[in-house]
Each structure stands twice: as structure tokens, then as C-alpha cells.
């Protein structure tokens, strides 16, 4: 019984919480990397002339003497993103560009090598000077997309199911089985109430950060925060799932 209970509790930390953070840690990691090195080349700036077949023709502000034709990019071979007015850099899928209006100003950074991606950054500055220091004053966007995640969440959930079934034999809840039917919604813990006001708490703690210091120390509290209301929110199911079980014995 100990033992399925820690692994129930370690199953439910490994999928729901360290590996989604690490990855996001990483996916952070490499992006600021890509800014930083954009942010070290001379990149084109321009403007989108149309998005037709599958591709964005972008003019160019200062065309080269030898050549009037437009760049065209390729999906495949170009990481699009944006940088808006307040410093936020988000990174763009390709569906949403679509409906990439006529005329948005564009600083598009070419490989140094056939093995390198293009580089398309949207952005709302007037000059590629005043992007410049817009992108040295960037702050990543706190909705950044992690494919991974999801991911770990199914597995971490499909695990825990396992272990309900198997502490689930003798046709009675006990604390094993509790906790495993509470770690298969474990991930949604966190916005149920009453644990949601300190969840909402932590994210307004994250959101008024400014500086890195700042950031860093928000972050941790900001955990602490979320899994205070997780705690609560599962200790609360447990007695109220315990209290039925009472209830019909």
C-alpha cells in the first residue's frame, strides 16, 4: 500500500509537474537563443506583399541594385514570430499567418548556411533601428506554446488510471484508490476551486514582475502558490470522497 501510494504521488509530480516545467525551461532556452542570434545579424526589414500558395511574398524597404525580386518564404523553412509594441515576442504557427494583412513591416533574418532556418519577425516599429531596441527589451510571452506537454499529461493520467485499477480491486475506495482517481484530474486541480483563488493569486504575483530578479523570485512564489491549492483541492475531495465511503459502509 505505501509503495503504490508513492507512486501515485511521484507519477503524478513526474508527468504533471517536473516534466512539463523542464521542457518549457528548454523550449524558453532555445528561442532565446534564436533571439539572440537574430539579434546579432542585419536582418532585411520589409513589408508583406501577399500570402498566395502556400507562401509569404515579402518587398524588401532597401532592395539590392541587382535585384528587384521580392523574398518568398516558405513555411518549412522559416520560424515566424512577432514582437509587439510592449516587448512581447510570441512565436506564430503558420495557420494563423493566413490572414497576414497587406503591408505588415517585417525584419526577415537569412541563413548564413544551407543548414540554418529563415528568420521572420512582425513587428509595429517604424524603423529597423527602433526594432532593434524593441527586441533587446524583449520579455518572453507567458502563453508560450509547449507540444510536449500535453504529452506528459496523457501518459501521467493514463498511469495514474492504471494504478486506480489496481488499487481498485477490492471493490472499495481505500486511500490508494482515492488518491489515484484524484491524480487521473490531477492537472485540472489547480482551477477548481477553492484551490483556484490561490492559483489566479500566483499568476497576478507572475504578471506584475518586471525585472528578472523579480521574475525569478515571482516564479517561486508563484508555485508555491499553485501547489498550496492543489493541496487543498485534493485533501478536500479526499475527505469528501472518504466521507461517502463512510457514509455506505
Avoid at 44 to 60: N, P, Q, Y
Wanted: glycine share 6%; charged share 20%.
Amino acid at each position: 500500500m505505501t509503495v503504490l501510494v508513492s507512486l501515485i504521488i511521484l507519477t503524478a509530480l513526474l508527468f504533471y509537474v517536473a516534466l512539463p516545467l523542464l521542457s518549457r525551461e528548454a523550449q524558453k532556452k532555445h528561442y532565446n537563443g534564436i533571439l539572440t542570434d537574430i539579434d546579432e545579424h542585419v536582418g532585411i526589414s520589409g513589408s508583406v506583399t501577399t500570402v498566395r500558395d502556400g507562401r509569404i511574398w515579402i518587398t524588401a524597404d532597401h532592395r539590392q541594385e541587382d535585384s528587384d525580386t521580392p523574398l518568398v518564404l516558405v513555411p518549412q523553412q522559416t520560424t515566424f514570430m512577432s514582437v509587439s509594441s510592449d516587448g512581447v515576442t510570441e512565436w506564430i504557427p503558420w495557420k494563423r499567418l493566413l490572414a497576414v494583412e497587406t503591408g505588415s513591416t517585417v525584419m526577415v533574418y537569412l541563413p548564413a548556411s544551407g543548414k540554418r532556418r529563415t528568420y521572420c519577425v512582425f513587428h509595429e516599429e517604424k524603423n529597423a533601428k527602433a526594432f532593434r531596441e524593441r527586441l533587446r527589451e524583449r520579455r518572453m510571452h507567458h502563453h508560450l506554446s509547449d507540444p510536449a506537454t500535453p504529452f506528459f499529461v496523457a501518459l501521467g493520467a493514463f498511469l495514474e488510471f492504471a494504478f486506480f485499477l489496481s488499487a481498485f480491486t477490492g471493490g472499495e475506495l481505500d486511500t490508494a484508490s482515492s488518491l489515484a482517481l484524484i491524480a487521473i484530474f490531477g492537472k485540472a486541480l489547480p482551477w477548481a476551486p477553492p484551490g483556484l483563488a490561490l492559483t489566479l493569486w500566483s499568476h497576478r504575483i507572475q504578471d506584475r514582475a518586471q525585472d528578472k530578479k523579480k521574475r525569478r523570485q515571482s516564479l517561486t512564489v508563484g508555485y508555491v502558490l499553485t501547489g498550496l491549492g492543489v493541496l487543498l483541492n485534493g485533501a478536500l475531495i479526499l475527505f469528501v470522497i472518504r466521507g461517502i465511503a463512510f457514509s455506505v459502509r
